[in-house]
Structure formats: C-alpha cells, structure tokens
C-alpha cells in the first residue's frame, strides 16, 4: 500500500488523522490494531455497502486477527431514524462491546452520523472510527464530528458532537459508486470552493472530466483539500455556533427540498445542495449581493458533472412554497424565529446573514417556481 496522504485535526487530546488513499479498507485490520491494540469492534454498515466493501474489511480484520460484531442497516436516508439509531445501540450493548472498544462506521454519510451518534451515547460515550466509502462522506460529513438522525420536522435535528478516533478515505471506494452517488458527493466539492477558496472552485471546473474519469492522483489531491477545508472550519468553530456554519452553503434550501421529498431517492443530499447551492446565488444576485452571471456559471458546471441545478429537475411534484418556507423555518441555523442563510457576494465570498427577511425567501421561491 503506498502512503496515505494524512491531514490531522489537532483538537487537543481529541485530535485525530484522516488518512486518504488506496487500499486503506483492506490494511485496515492492520492499522487499526497497532492504533488501537486490544480493542474490540462493531461495525455498522448498510446493505449496499455491505456488498461492495464489507468482505474487504472483515478481511483485513480476520488477517489481523481482531475480534468484532457487525450489524447491517437498510440503505438510504430514512434509515437515520430512531427506530434504526435504538437498533444499533442495542446490538452494541447486545455483542458485549464494552466502553472501551470502538464503533466503526463503514458507509457513506448516513451510517457515518447514524454509527457516530450511536457512539456517543452506547454506555454514555464509545470511541468510533469513520471508514467513508462515498465521495459525500469523505469530503465532508464524515470529518468534524457532527453526528445525528433526521426528525419529521427537519433534517439533522437530533444528535451531537462526537468526534471520531481516525478516519480512513479509501479511494478505492469511489470506483465502486454509481455515478448519481459520485455526483452527488461532488456537490459537496464544489461547496467549499464557492464559501471561500475561489482557486479551488476553478481548479475544479479545469479537472471535473478527469476526476470522474477516474484520475487518481487528482482524486486523492481534491478528498485532501476538502478535509484540509473542513478540518480549518472544525478548528474555528467546533460546535458551529458561528464561521463553521458557512459549510451549509446551500444546505438551508437543500434540506428544505430533502423534506419535500420524503427523505427519499427522489433528491440524494447532495443533490439538494446542489439545486439549493444555486437558489443561494440566485437568491443572493436578487438581493443585489452578488453578480447575476455566477449564478449561471455554478449551474453549468454543476450540472456537467450530472447534478439537478433547478426545482423542476426534482422528479414528481412538490409541495407549496409554504411548506418549503415551514421547513426552511425549523433549519439548525434558526436563531429565536428569524432565518440565517449563507449568501453570497460572489464565487469564495460566502458570509452568514441573519435576520432574512422570510417575504423575500417566499417571493424568490415563487419566481424560481414559476421558471419552466
């Protein structure tokens, strides 16, 4: 196996690494016991990759002749649910895992905040590992610490702050990922060029081909930059009470259409960040924030790489523009009623505004709404 590329997040006696590159599910066993010697395991994957990455793990950790349990979820976004987070805690106390031993988290972003919030509260705090196997989960959600489940009132609502032990990016795992799901991890790219790195989203309208062509090394060079971008985020603001919340970058509108989509396959997450992205361009040059050409641009590019940029692109119908503004309403960033979004002033000028005004969140939705 050739060196992993590390970027570390020095959080005190918390910090930890993310390794990224290839081979790291089938040396795991290896790393993971001289990390973490004498420790027992229990994974908790999901059924698709349960097919695709779980005999590479389980594998490496029989070579390695470590002891673990493994538990299989349903795939997709209805499985970060309670029912689903009590079933995981009760295998965990089930396999005798002792508060000691650690939780892997083999998935994309779902089992990632589903296995991490079981963690941090089996026995009232277990250690965990993230093994991120979408490009959504390695570049984001699976660094920083944010774990939780969705609730019928909004998305990411219940939950908490666990940071993981280590984090192992296989790259390996992107080769096996439909290309709706890479797409989709994709949008979370883009993200972090457009808050603040303008040199970053450029690199990446001039290597998009290549990287979903399969281009290693530009792969294993955008996973870094991205962890780099979140790990600069987490050190500022751990608990997302200020800077941090401008990676929701379009996550306000986006999580607004997830819940007008039943959580569903209709609209992956990264596809709601995609379209909401746009809207909090557009939204921004409406405002007179922000030039009106950008908001053309990001869609462009966003929709090469097989991204939906617009409402109309969500397959079936959606609910009113009020719904949308009710579930808006009960996002994270809500502070005593009022509406905080993450707008714009250009391409790597994102900012927090708070205090926006919800008529002119509903009119601009009403406008786009009405674009055929």
């Known amino acids: 196996m050739a060196e992993p590329t590390t970027v570390h997040v020095p959080l005190g006696e918390r910090a930890y690494d993310i390794l990224i590159g290839n081979g790291l599910i089938d040396n795991a066993g290896a790393l993971l016991k001289a990390k973490f010697p004498g420790r027992r395991f229990g994974i908790v994957t999901d059924t698709e990759v349960a097919i695709a990455q779980l005999p590479r793990l389980t594998a490496s950790l029989d070579a390695a002749e470590v002891s673990y349990a493994t538990g299989v979820l349903p795939n997709g976004e209805s499985t ?90 296989d790259l390996d795992a992107l080769h096996t990922l439909p290309p709706r799901q890479l797409a989709a991890g994709y949008a979370e790219v883009v993200k972090y060029g457009l808050i603040d790195d303008e040199p970053f989203y450029f ?30 985020f987490v050190l500022a603001d751990e608990k997302e009470t200020g800077v941090r919340a401008l990676l929701n970058l379009g ?16 609209l992956l997450h990264g596809e709601g960040v995609a379209i909401g992205m746009v809207l909090a361009h557009g939204f921004s040059a409406k405002l007179g924030l922000a030039p009106s050409q950008d908001t053309g641009r990001i869609a462009q590019h966003l929709s090469a790489a097989g991204l939906p940029t617009h409402l109309n692109d969500i397959p079936g119908e959606l609910p009113d523009t009020d719904y949308l ?40 939705l009403e406008e786009v709404r009405a674009i055929r």
């Open 251 to 266: 996550h306000t509108f986006g999580h607004a259409l997830e819940s007008a989509t039943g959580y569903s396959d209709r």
């Open 80 to 169: 970060k649910s309670f029912a689903r987070l009590g079933e995981v805690v009760e295998a965990i106390l089930a396999a005798r895992l002792e508060r000691g031993d650690l939780i892997i988290a083999l998935g994309g972003g779902v089992i990632g905040d589903l296995a991490g919030f079981a963690a941090a509260i089996a026995r009232r705090g277990m250690d965990f590992v993230q093994v991120p196997t979408s490009l959504l989960a390695q570049v984001d959600s699976s660094v920083g610490g944010k774990t939780g489940i969705n609730s019928p009132h909004g998305k990411n609502l219940i939950g908490a702050f666990h940071q993981p032990k280590l984090v192992l990016a």
């Open 325 to 364: 503004m009710n579930a808006i309403a009960q996002d994270k960033k809500v502070v005593r009623g009022a509406l905080t979004f993450i707008l714009t002033r250009g391409i790597g000028q994102a900012f927090i505004e708070k205090n926006v005004d919800p008529a002119a969140v509903h009119a601009y």
């Open 203 to 232: 690199w990446l309208e001039d290597n998009r081909r290549e990287i979903f062509a399969g281009n290693a090394a530009l792969r294993a060079e955008m996973v870094a930059r991205c962890c780099a971008a979140k790990t600069r």
